[in-house]
């Protein structure tokens, strides 16, 4: 299916362990953002990526690792998962590279836990 | 520092015209006002965005003050579904290629 996928949907993991949120996007937008949502602090970016090996930090890029090998995926690594990193993670495209300006595409959002 | 400034709520009845406001004074000459919206656990929706003139899509309405320092979001005839955290952010060309700010928002409710 055409789109912005995000996987897994839920995930619980303990302090300490290593987790990947992956995001797939089939339409070869270069840009790609990760986003954390919390409540009282709305949506603050973590990474961002302007094509593939290209990737900048955003506001709050500590304790998290991205890659960007491919065009279509954008995975958010948290190398040792601590309290603080619970949260809603949502990854993004743009059309920027189309000529277009500033519309992201957002995925439904990645839960995490972390206990 | 806010770019932007919104009602942190609002409601209005279903089947009126809604309309959010949103104070940028600040904004500079090349900079963009875009809207997105985001309902209950999804992730944002792009609306519409604008850098002088009015523009209006199949989803909404923007009208933006003639010194660019306000501007108001029209959904002209809201339903139940249009309930939402409405965010009105500001940004350069190529609005969002270092990603968009998204602030607190405006939660609109949409009374039966």
């Known amino acids: 299916d055409a789109g912005i996928t995000q996987s897994p949907r839920y995930k619980i993991t303990e302090t300490g362990r290593q987790v990947t949120l992956m995001c797939h996007q089939t339409?070869?937008?270069?840009?790609m953002f990760w986003y954390r949502q919390d409540l009282g602090h709305g949506l603050r970016l973590i990474y961002y990526?302007?094509?593939?090996?290209?990737?900048d930090k955003g506001e709050v890029p500590d304790g998290y690792v991205v890659s960007r090998s491919k065009t279509e995926n954008f995975p958010l690594t948290l190398e040792s998962a601590t309290r603080s990193q619970t949260s809603v993670y949502f990854c993004?495209?743009?059309?920027?590279?189309?000529?277009?300006?500033?519309?992201?595409?957002f995925g439904e959002g990645s839960r995490l836990t972390v206990l | 520092d806010a770019k932007t400034t919104q009602p942190p709520s609002m409601d209005c009845a279903e089947g009126r015209a809604a309309n959010l406001p949103c104070n940028h004074s600040?904004?500079?000459?090349?900079?963009?006002v875009y809207w997105y919206r985001q309902i209950h656990s999804q992730g944002p929706q792009y609306i519409i965005h604008?850098?002088?003139n009015n523009e209006t899509n199949e989803m909404a309405s923007l009208i933006i003050t003639e010194d660019r320092k306000s501007s108001t979001l029209i959904l002209p005839h809201a339903t139940l579904r249009d309930t939402a955290v409405y965010y009105c952010?500001?940004?350069?060309?190529?609005?969002?290629?270092?990603?968009?700010?998204f602030g607190k928002g405006t939660h609109l409710i949409i009374q039966p």
């Open positions: 993004a495209s743009s059309t920027i590279d189309r000529g277009r300006d500033g519309e992201l595409f």
């Open positions: 339409w070869s937008h270069s840009y």
């Open positions: 990526s302007a094509a593939a090996d290209i990737t």
């Open positions: 600040t904004i500079s000459g090349n900079e963009y």
């Open positions: 604008g850098l002088k």
């Open positions: 952010i500001v940004s350069g060309p190529g609005g969002g290629a270092d990603g968009l700010t």
